[in-house]
């Protein structure tokens, strides 16, 4: 998560994490080690500020980790529903809905 030695990404998305009123995340695969980076900013969205976190995101190569996704529904942090995305071109959805473009 870099956009160069002068602007830098990470600390511009926690920023905008910290203020957001709902959160859509669209990503290729969820790891720990990306995960890590943002628990904390989303945990506090969620349960300080009772922000609405979507995350949409594949298993497309099995890159995306299982561990990763169980600590987002452990209960220690954001909580997570996955399956089929009927109607919607990605293989799973983790959230209430999908997007539709």
Known sequence: MAGGDRDLFLPRLLGALRQANEIDLAVAFVKPS??????????????????????????YLDVTDPQALRQTSSGTGPSTASGPAPACSAPRVHGPTCWRT
């Open 34 to 59: 990306g995960l890590d980076l943002l628990f904390a900013a989303l945990s506090d969205a969620i349960q300080l500020r009772g922000v609405r976190l979507r995350v949409l995101t594949s298993d």
